[in-house]
T-cell receptor, first 114, second 110 residues
Framework: KAGVTQTPRYLIKTRGQQVTLSCSPI?????VSWYQQTPGQGLQFLFE???????NKGNFPGRFSGRQFSNSRSEMNVSTLELGDSALYLC?????????????FGQGTRLTVV | SQQGEEDPQALSIQEGENATMNCSYK?????LQWYRQNSGRGLVHLIL?????REKHSGRLRVTLDTSKKSSSLLITASRAADTASYFC??????????FGQGTELSVKP
């Protein structure tokens, strides 16, 4: 089985721009969760999508949004980028929900906002 | 949903020694999971222990779960330099989010 694929791996954006990150889960997995990791705040949960529906959401402003397509691929979008959005963004693929299965993580997208 | 609190925050040991990391949580769980993260990379799943299990082994890893104390521990025996990483626990409710704490940063010196 192919693993979780996140693209791009690295990204540099300017403050005020928007960015879209992509995550392709493991084939057959229907749940995708997104996380932001920074040295100061650690690993923070953004949201989870299951069968194209947002099932859980973390405490992030509305500038952070996501969606999931019928093939389970997911995208997250950050609008009006701020310097503090510089982080490693990780996506996790699960067969079911977190309550019943383990998560498989991608290598992440390293976003730098300048 | 809840996050686990790992303890200690940092641990430095010599190769060959055992490393023990602890995790505490606040409410009832369906399962508790441990993950490892090498610097700047994605997390790797280590072990999932269900609420009705008390101990689980995987190679050099041993995880215990005490639901009465709402705590879990991860023991790595005969540590190697390659075990240097951050370790996270995630207590999970049925259908809940996978929430991580700050992790334990383990350094194994050759």
């Amino acid at each position: 089985k192919a693993g979780v694929t996140q693209t791009p791996r690295y990204l540099i954006k300017t403050r005020g721009q928007q960015v879209t990150l992509s995550c392709s889960p493991i084939s057959g997995h229907r749940s995708v969760s997104w996380y932001q990791q920074t040295p100061g705040q650690g690993l923070q949960f953004l949201f989870e999508y299951f069968s194209e529906t947002q099932r859980n959401k973390g405490n992030f402003p509305g500038r952070f949004s996501g969606r999931q397509f019928s093939n389970s691929r997911s995208e997250m979008n950050v609008s009006t980028l701020e310097l503090g959005d510089s982080a490693l963004y990780l996506c996790a693929s699960l067969e079911g929900g977190a309550g019943i299965s383990e998560a498989f993580f991608g290598q992440g997208t390293r976003l730098t906002v300048v | 949903s809840q996050q686990g609190e790992e303890d200690p925050q940092a641990l430095s040991i010599q190769e060959g020694e055992n490393a023990t990391m602890n995790c505490s949580y606040k409410t009832s769980i369906n399962n508790l999971q441990w993950y490892r993260q090498n610097s700047g990379r994605g997390l790797v799943h280590l072990i999932l222990i269900r609420s009705n299990e008390r101990e689980k082994h995987s190679g050099r890893l041993r995880v215990t779960l005490d639901t009465s104390k709402k705590s879990s521990s991860l023991l790595i025996t005969a540590s190697r330099a390659a075990d240097t990483a951050s370790y996270f626990c995630a207590p999970v409710n049925q259908g809940g989010k996978l929430i991580f704490g700050q992790g334990t940063e383990l350094s194994v010196k050759p």
